[in-house]
T-cell receptor, first 115, second 119 residues
Framework: GENVEQHPSTLSVQEGDSAVIKCTYS??????FPWYKQELGKRPQLIID?????GEKKDQRIAVTLNKTAKHFSLHITETQPEDSAVYFC??????????????FGTGTRLLVSP | GAVVSQHPSRVICKSGTSVKIECRSL??????MFWYRQFPKQSLMLMAT?????????EQGVEKDKFLINHASLTLSTLTVTSAHPEDSSFYIC???????????????FGNGTRLTVT
């Protein structure tokens, strides 16, 4: 089945710096890759997603890139702010055999943005 | 936007008792809901896929007789943790797809989660 690896597990940056979180996946049939932000004790919130027919997507300070050949995708946050501090999860859907969104999550990255 | 409501948000129960967690899609119909479990500082692990009107599909290693799932309507799925043990203490989160999924995948919407503590 699908396996998603995520790095780094923790990331500390200064306010205003950029942060990059990387994920790799194993199932070449996966075709949808969302990123979630989870604050302590709260639900994961979708922040951006990308489909396999697109190489890059941007939404204000957040961008995601996808390399299907290498089977990896990355989250880029520019001009980080303290409120960006949270745990970020990447995910992928093993597309083979199902139309449902059975997400497989990465292990998470704890981002800390210091003022 | 689409809202998924989960209840209760916190529950404490004694070993051996059962706990029911509800997951409702408030403004859309969800033929499919998912139940995840998250241990402290760990990722979300899919437990089962709940299908309206049919039996749930459980992930490998998840005991279907211990984690009973019922999806009796298009807006409600329930997870019952039976004969709870301390090791069942975790954060349980449900999610639903707006529109039921299909080939044009839609984002998952998560409930607020239920923190279960078994004493």
């Amino acid at each position: 089945g699908e396996n998603v690896e995520q790095h780094p597990s923790t990331l500390s940056v200064q306010e205003g710096d950029s942060a990059v979180i990387k994920c790799t996946y194993s199932d070449s049939a996966s075709n949808y890759f969302p990123w979630y932000k989870q604050e302590l004790g709260k639900r994961p919130q979708l922040i951006i997603d990308i489909r396999s027919n697109v190489g890059e997507k941007k939404d204000q300070r957040i961008a995601v890139t996808l390399n299907k050949t290498a089977k990896h995708f990355s989250l880029h946050i520019t001009e980080t702010q303290p409120e960006d501090s949270a745990v970020y999860f990447c995910a992928a859907t093993p597309g083979r055999g199902t139309g449902f969104q059975k997400l497989v999550f990465g292990t998470g990255t704890r981002l800390l943005v210091s003022p | 936007g689409a809202v998924v409501s989960q209840h209760p948000s916190r529950v404490i129960c004694k070993s051996g008792t059962s706990v029911k967690i509800e997951c409702r899609s408030l403004d859309f119909q969800a033929t499919t809901m998912f139940w995840y479990r998250q241990f402290p500082k760990q990722s979300l692990m899919l437990m089962a896929t709940s299908n309206e009107g049919s039996k749930a599909t459980y992930e490998q290693g998840v005991e279907k007789d211990k984690f009973l799932i019922n999806h009796a309507s298009l807006t409600l799925s329930t997870l019952t943790v039976t004969s709870a043990h301390p090791e069942d203490s975790s954060f349980y989160i449900c999610s639903a797809i707006l529109g039921g999924g299909g080939r044009g995948k839609s984002p998952l919407h998560f409930g607020n989660g239920t923190r279960l503590t078994v004493t």
